[in-house]
């Protein structure tokens, strides 16, 4: 129910952005049919936990009489549930708005019945949704969503997060030369020293330097000279990192726009942002500390994909992404305390190992 009433009010307020901000607010329709998509989700679950199937709540809100019956429904599409052809709105229109007014309206009376619930209220819970669903349906066909497109987006979105199964694309180089591709394994040996009072972080691999030595480059010290573990973890978890395809020259010159647009100074820039800017999130979090898979913010998922939108790295499921961003946190926490570790790329197990340095 907190799902249902959350996501109800932030449909609406898609409506009011994009008034407030007419001609700036370009993701609107967009926005609309994933927060249909949203609303119809916790519908959907709130009618399952009630033990009252979502087609006879259908059903009954396009019933004449409106009024909800337990029957052999299970054949209804959500495609019937709509005109066959709508044109999607590009603004919201007075009769979106007012229709939204009356959908909340009916969401909160649903909260209502539920946070009094009595013995014996189902009948009563199974009318209310069968409401909300008129509601849905008009709303939806009034802003020119499908909802068998809002559902369809909504499963995809929810398996980009929390899938069944896990599996591991391919590695964005294969196929290509090994001179051309990121390492399926190797050992970094990332240490403190001190040099003319100045503390660095230096990193090894088989006696050869790995870029330059790093400070914090910040007025207050925070560790971000580590920060390369991040870069580790992608190369490890996502096989993607054109940082570290720069540091150790891996770029496909092969191909020239490949190398231009994914191996170029701008994708380093992206990445490079990506990592800052989850830094100052981690700050807040604890680096990250006990947080489990599965548990990172979702919003704070889809503003990474936001940043990597137009190159590869945008492929990659959010769940793996998280995956790398917990594992590069794991290495970084472990080298906030022993200043020093031996990072292990492992792409065929998909992990970044660490482990004490001599």
């Known amino acids: 129910m907190l799902g249902l009433v959350g996501e109800t009010g932030s449909l609406l307020a898609e409506a009011k ?9 370009l993701g609107y329709a967009e926005a609309v049919a994933e927060e249909i998509g949203d609303v119809l989700w916790y519908l959907a679950a709130v009618a399952r936990r009630h033990r009252l199937a979502l087609s006879d709540i259908a059903a009954a809100a396009l019933a004449a009489d409106g009024v909800y019956r337990a029957g052999d429904n299970a054949a209804l599409s959500m495609h019937a549930l709509q ?10 229109m007075p ?7 009356g959908l909340a309206g009916e969401v909160g009376l649903l909260a ?3 946070a009094g619930a009595e013995p014996g209220h189902r009948a009563a819970v199974a009318q209310r949704l069968v409401a909300i669903m008129g509601r849905l349906i008009q709303a939806a066909t009034d802003s020119g969503v499908t909802l068998e497109g809002a559902a369809i987006k909504n499963l995809q979105k929810i398996f980009d997060r929390w899938p069944r199964e896990r599996q591991y694309p391919p590695a964005f180089d294969e196929g290509k ?3 051309e591709q990121l ?3 190797m050992e970094i040996d990332v240490y403190e020293r001190t040099v003319r009072g100045q503390v660095y972080v230096f990193q090894r691999s088989r006696g050869v330097y790995v870029g330059d030595r790093l400070t914090d480059n910040a ?6 000279r580590f920060h390369d573990v991040f870069h580790y973890a992608y190369v490890a978890v996502l096989g993607w990192s054109p940082v570290i395809r720069a540091l150790l020259r891996l770029k496909r010159k092969s191909d020239p726009k490949l190398d231009d647009a994914e191996d170029g100074a701008r994708a380093i820039l992206i990445e490079e942002g990506v990592t800052s800017w989850l830094f100052g999130q981690a700050q807040q979090l604890n680096f990250f500390d006990g947080v489990k898979p599965g548990e ?8 990474v994909r936001q940043f990597v939108a137009g190159y590869e790295a945008d492929r990659c499921p959010l769940w793996l992404w998280e995956e790398a961003i917990l594992q590069g946190y794991t290495a970084f926490r472990f080298l906030q305390k022993n200043r020093r570790a031996r990072i292990g790329i492992d792409f065929a197990r998909r992990r970044l190992r660490i482990k004490e340095l001599p």
């Open 296 to 303: 990172l913010p979702l919003d704070m998922l889809k503003h």
């Open 112 to 114: 209502r019945e539920i």
């Open 183 to 185: 390492p399926r394994t």
């Open 17 to 25: 952005k994009k008034q407030r901000d007419a001609a700036s607010y």
């Open 177 to 179: 030369d090994a001179e």
């Open 95 to 101: 009769k979106f708005e007012h229709g939204l007014l």
């Open 219 to 224: 007025i207050e010290p925070d560790d971000y």
């Open 83 to 92: 005109p066959a052809h709508m044109p999607l709105a590009k603004a919201p």
